[in-house]
């Protein structure tokens, strides 16, 4: 059976620091990795994909990949309250397409003003 | 990244009945997949939608239950077949280009009374 697994949280972290997301995959041949973000009531929204080891930044995200320790990460620099939101791990198994994802539960991450 | 709508976003129905959920996608996609999200819970794959040809179903879902149809490249329906209780949950549909990252809806909140 395929996981991804993630620390469900709560994670609070004040305004303005680093809130750090962490994320484990069973499949080792696993090639692409990816982390959603999704508001209460809301669906999930992409925020970050990465598909090679090391870090991938977009403006206050970056994610980090090691595949050799299954394991794949997302830090939120400056978080602000807007951040608050559940963010998913999802990750495509081997022999998967675009969007057949498995998802880990979630973390759930409150920013506090 | 493509504009995908669902309808109904949400509806309230009784147990025995069936609901179909339709999605839309703004530009011609090649993968549409539709996922189900139970209250408090992250998101599993139901099937991958198939244009022109029967649906490919996860573990744990069959064609009877949730029947899917896929006549072009950018309209899906999904049906809850005889609901139960149980079946409520969000239903998303999701969707995106061969070797480009997929993207969700507006999700279906249905609930079964």
């Known amino acids: 059976q395929k996981e991804v697994e993630q620390n469900s949280g709560p994670l609070s972290v004040p305004e303005g620091a680093i809130a750090s997301l962490n994320c484990t995959y069973s499949d080792r041949v696993s090639q692409s990795f990816f982390w959603y973000r999704q508001y209460s009531g809301k669906s999930p929204e992409l925020i970050m994909s990465?598909?090679?080891?090391g870090d991938k930044e977009d403006g206050r995200f970056t994610a980090q990949l090691n595949k050799a320790s299954q394991y794949v990460s997302l830090l939120i620099r400056d978080s602000q309250p807007s951040d608050s939101a559940t963010y998913l791990c999802?990750?495509?198994?081997?022999?998967?397409?675009?969007?057949?994802?498995?998802f880990g539960k979630g973390t759930k991450l409150s920013v506090k003003p | 990244s493509a504009v995908i709508s669902q309808k109904p976003s949400r509806d309230i129905c009784q147990r025995g009945t069936s609901l179909t959920i339709q999605c839309q996608v703004d530009?011609?996609?090649?993968?549409m997949f539709w996922y189900r999200q139970q209250p408090g819970q992250s998101l599993t794959l139901i099937a991958t939608?198939?244009?022109?040809?029967?649906?490919?179903?996860e573990s744990g879902f069959v064609i009877d239950k949730f029947p899917i149809s896929r006549p072009n490249l950018t309209f899906s329906t999904l049906t809850v077949s005889n609901m139960s209780p149980e079946d409520s949950s969000i239903y998303l549909c999701?969707?995106?280009?061969?070797?480009?990252?997929?993207?969700f809806g507006q999700g279906t909140r249905l609930t079964v009374v």
């Open positions: 530009s011609q996609v090649t993968m």
């Open positions: 939608a198939n244009q022109g040809s029967e649906a490919t179903y």
């Open positions: 999701s969707a995106g280009k061969m070797n480009t990252e997929a993207f």
């Open positions: 999802a990750v495509i198994p081997y022999g998967g397409s675009q969007g057949n994802l498995i």
């Open positions: 990465i598909y090679s080891n």
